[in-house]
């Protein structure tokens, strides 16, 4: 089945939301496609219209009422069969989409490093462990320890804590004049110092470690404890759940599959979020980390500018750069350390789809020698975890994306080829 719209975005994340408000609000026909089962994508887990940020209910309640707006969730785009065309499979079909402008979305990741103990059950992502909390996973009374790097880290505290969690505490990588230089470069944004504040009350009494990151994660058949590097000590903490991340990384695959250039590890965009493939514009997490509110700004220009409406997208690019320089501070105060490049020894397994060592790993060069020799990035994830793991820890960079860029059902594909030569 063939659909066309003016604008298709894929997200429906702040980004993919405010993108798609904009170009609605002018009158094209806009499509809107997100593999989650409701809209919000990470933050707004759970349904925009269940959120207390007031940004995320208009936009929900605009959207909803709009007649040229349709959401397609639980639905995955999986390759572009022809140029200006999208094969998306839906729970029960495979659709193609045809579009005058595309807006890619697509979000963030957490980044995850190796560590030993860290493919014991027990041990997951921070946001990982958050998404699991929102999504009913019980972690009332458990002990649970938050680690890893940035601002995220305690959003998940403060939800896993609204959750009845235990926080035995949060141990951060940045050291502490770092954070005392962010924590002050806050009054740059009010808003930001005050959720930072909101926070810091949600999560009072609950103990914060800067300067710190896990060594090893401990246990038999599930974890018991973590040790910690404090500062120039080590300290062991016993704990049910570690939930650790070092922060974001960009979902690149859909735009590299286009053919849109990188800039480092963001897709490459202009003033007005345009790629550098025609008519495909990036926004949010996908260009550059930066938070939601940066999210909501580069939405809102994508979706002007993808509506043809250039001044008034160059006019909303004034509220975009406050939280380019927002985004700057984050990057630079929450780099991973060096140290972190170390904690894995030789039977710590790095590609956790196919277990891979990094005893087996250091013996190559190159994630492409590594991958022919050792299947490391073959399984299901595709190289999203140990891909971005493996730049950490050696430097590599995955090479081109496959088609397709998530995992299909094969009846989607036939269907495809079906259509395709009908
Ligand atoms: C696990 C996690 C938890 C987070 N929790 C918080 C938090 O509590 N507080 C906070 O301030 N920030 C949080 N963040 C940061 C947050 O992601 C950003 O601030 C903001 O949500 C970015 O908006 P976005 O629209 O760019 O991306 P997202 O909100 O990530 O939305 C992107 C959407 O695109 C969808 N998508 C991706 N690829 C495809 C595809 N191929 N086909 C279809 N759909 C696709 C995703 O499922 C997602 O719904 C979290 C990030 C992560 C990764």
């Given at each position: 089945m063939m659909h066309d719209f003016d604008v298709l975005v894929i997200g429906a994340g702040p980004a993919g939301l405010a993108a798609a408000h904009a170009a609605a609000a002018h009158g094209m026909r806009v499509g809107v496609v997100d593999d989650?089962?409701?809209?919000?994508g990470q933050i707004w887990r759970?349904?925009?219209?269940?959120?207390?940020?007031a940004r995320a209910q208009t936009l929900w309640s605009d959207l909803r009422a709009a007649a040229n707006v349709r959401f397609m969730q639980r639905s995955r785009v999986l390759y572009?069969?022809?140029?200006?065309q999208l094969l998306v499979q839906t729970p029960d079909a495979a659709l193609t989409l045809r579009y005058g402008r595309l807006i890619i979305a697509t979000g963030a990741r957490e980044l995850l490093l190796p560590f030993p103990?860290?493919?014991?059950?027990?041990?997951?992502?921070a946001g990982g462990l958050q998404a699991l909390a929102k999504g009913g996973y019980p972690v009332d009374g458990k002990r649970v320890l938050v680690a890893g790097s940035g601002p995220l880290l305690l959003a998940v505290a403060a939800t896993l804590r609204e959750r009845g969690a235990q926080l035995v505490g949060i141990a951060e990588q940045a050291p502490l004049w770092r954070l005392a230089r962010f924590g002050f470069s806050l009054l740059a944004t009010p808003s930001k110092l005050a959720q930072s504040l909101r926070l810091a009350r949600q999560l009072s009494g609950v103990p914060y470690f800067a300067n710190s990151f896990v060594l090893a994660a401990h246990g038999d058949d599930a974890l018991r404890s973590v040790r910690l590097r404090r500062g120039a000590k080590t300290a062991t903490i016993a704990c049910d759940l570690l939930a650790c991340g070092y922060g974001l990384l960009p979902n690149v695959e859909l735009a590299l599959a286009l053919g849109c250039a990188l800039d480092g590890l963001s897709v490459r965009v202009d003033e007005?979020?345009?790629?550098?493939?025609?008519?495909v514009f990036c926004a949010g997490?996908?260009?550059?980390?930066?938070g939601v509110d940066l999210a909501l700004a580069e939405g809102r220009v994508a979706g002007l500018a993808a509506a043809g409406l250039s001044t008034l997208a160059l006019a909303a690019v004034k509220h975009r750069q406050r939280w380019r320089g927002f985004a700057g501070r984050l990057a630079y105060t929450f780099a991973p350390r060096a140290?972190?490049?170390?904690?894995?020894?030789?039977?710590?397994?790095?590609?956790r789809c196919e277990d891979v060592t990094h005893g087996e790993l250091r013996?190559?060069?190159?994630w492409r020698g590594a991958k022919l020799q050792?299947?490391?990035?073959?399984?299901?994830?595709q190289g999203r975890i140990c891909g971005a793991a493996t730049g950490v820890l050696y430097g590599w960079r995955p090479d081109a994306v496959r088609m397709p860029i998530v995992p299909a059902r094969a009846g989607s594909i036939a269907a495809a080829c079906d259509h395709t030569t009908v």
């Open positions: 989650n089962p409701l809209a919000g759970g349904g925009p219209e269940q959120q207390r940020d572009a069969p022809a140029p200006k103990g860290w493919t014991l059950p027990g041990v997951t992502g007005l979020q345009r790629c550098s493939v025609d008519d997490e996908g260009s550059g980390i930066g140290e972190l490049r170390a904690l894995a020894d030789d039977d710590t397994i790095v590609c013996q190559h060069d190159s050792t299947r490391c990035g073959m399984g299901p994830c």
